[in-house]
């Protein structure tokens, strides 16, 4: 039998590299653009915003219900300890020495922030979340995939996966948007008796947040939290200890969407460039097993080879 041409097979395995490298180029193309357009929704000057005093927060879980209540989650009586399908919102509670050797208990109302710069948006492939010109940011069940990377790339560990249900779907507060339309408050806001929440215009809500820190000096840290953080939130804090003691992520003044933005860019890359070289050389050798002879077929996967 002759022997295999080596230039032809070298040319097949650069055609087949070649192709895989056409149509990663033209699906980084399409990517990029979806990417852009995805993070890049334009947000009014007018947007929402939730203002949180924790000075004032007693712990009541009031909030916590209503949300259940509102979003139609499971087991309604059932007070919340973290973020997920059945919680959008919880109280976290956090015991901190202060100056004096007490111990003090400290209630944070932990849910979406609403990035003004969703990094969860950015990494979503196919747009099933997305940054409202009003400020929430909301979700559609009917493009998601369960891919999860928006987990990955919110830097307050937000989203979650409902692992019980085999769409695998994710779950976030939307900041009612639903009861928004309607003309109602969020449903957390309507329902703090110690008026802890406020809901309102965010650059409103931030000209009060600094009219407080600057009338009550020994109340609240010189810090509101939201501001700049991770280029900015629609949900802001004041605290009367610093936030680092809370446990807020440390995220400085810089969007976090162009880290994830970068990720994903590469995704399709790898991936196509990985499908391309391992297709091509398997094309490769498959050509060269047949020009030897060398192919094995099994008749039965447990009975060894038969080789032609």
């Given at each position: 039998?002759?022997?295999?041409?080596?230039?032809?097979?070298?040319?097949?395995?650069?055609?087949?590299?070649g192709?895989?490298?056409?149509?990663?180029?033209a699906?980084?193309?399409?990517?990029?653009?979806?990417?852009?357009?995805?993070?890049?929704n334009?947000v009014?000057e007018?947007?929402?915003?939730l203002?949180?005093?924790?000075?004032?927060?007693?712990?009541?879980?009031?909030?916590?219900?209503?949300?259940?209540?509102a979003?139609?989650?499971?087991?309604p009586?059932?007070?919340?300890?973290?973020?997920?399908?059945?919680?959008?919102?919880?109280?976290?509670?956090r015991?901190?020495?202060?100056?004096?050797?007490?111990?003090d208990?400290?209630?944070i109302?932990?849910?979406?922030m609403?990035?003004?710069h969703?990094a969860?948006?950015?990494?979503?492939?196919?747009g099933?979340?997305r940054?409202?010109?009003?400020?929430p940011?909301v979700?559609?069940?009917?493009?998601?995939?369960?891919c999860?990377?928006?987990q990955?790339?919110?830097?307050?560990g937000?989203?979650?996966?409902?692992?019980?249900?085999?769409?695998?779907?994710?779950?976030?507060c939307?900041m009612?948007?639903?009861?928004?339309?309607e003309?109602?408050?969020?449903?957390?806001?309507?329902?703090?008796?110690?008026?802890?929440l406020?809901?309102?215009?965010?650059?409103?809500?931030?000209?009060?947040?600094?009219?407080?820190?600057k009338?009550?000096?020994?109340?609240?840290v010189?810090?509101?939290?939201?501001?700049?953080?991770?280029?900015?939130?629609?949900v802001?804090?004041?605290?009367?200890?610093?936030?680092g003691?809370?446990?807020?992520?440390?995220?400085?003044?810089?969007?976090?969407p162009h880290?994830?933005?970068?990720?994903?860019?590469?995704?399709?890359?790898?991936?196509?460039?990985?499908?391309?070289i391992?297709?091509?050389l398997h094309l490769?050798?498959q050509?060269?097993?047949m020009?030897?002879g060398?192919?094995?077929v099994h008749?039965?996967?447990n009975k060894?080879?038969v080789?032609?």
């Open positions: 039998m002759s022997m295999p041409n080596p230039n032809l097979s070298r040319r097949d395995l650069l055609k087949g590299v192709a895989g490298v056409a149509a990663l180029a699906a980084t193309a399409i990517g990029a653009g979806t990417e852009s357009a995805q993070a890049s334009p009014s007018d947007a929402y915003g203002l949180i005093d924790l000075t004032r927060c007693t712990g009541c879980e009031s909030c916590t219900f209503a949300c259940k209540e979003n139609n989650r499971p087991h009586t059932r007070m919340p300890i973290q973020l997920d399908s059945d919680a959008y919102s919880f109280i976290d509670k015991q901190v020495e202060n100056s004096v050797g007490d111990v208990t400290h209630y109302k932990r849910q979406c609403h990035c003004l969703p969860c948006v950015s990494a979503c492939t196919v099933a979340l940054k409202t010109a009003e400020g940011v979700y559609d069940s009917e493009k998601c995939i369960g999860r990377y928006c990955y790339a919110c830097p307050f937000v989203p979650t996966y409902e692992w019980e249900n085999p769409l695998g779907l994710i779950h976030k939307e009612c948007t639903s009861r928004l339309a003309g109602e408050l969020p449903a957390c806001v309507g329902s703090c008796p110690n008026g802890a406020r809901f309102g215009k965010r650059h409103e809500l931030m000209a009060q947040a600094k009219a407080r820190v009338s009550n000096p020994g109340r609240y010189n810090h509101i939290y939201g501001e700049d953080e991770a280029g900015g939130t629609s802001l804090y004041l605290s009367p200890i610093p936030f003691l809370l446990n807020f992520p440390d995220l400085g003044d810089e969007s976090i880290h994830a933005e970068a990720v994903m860019e590469q995704t399709p890359i790898i991936a196509l460039t990985v499908a391309s391992v297709t091509a490769f050798m050509r060269r097993q020009v030897h060398e192919v094995t008749a039965d996967p060894p080879g080789e032609l």
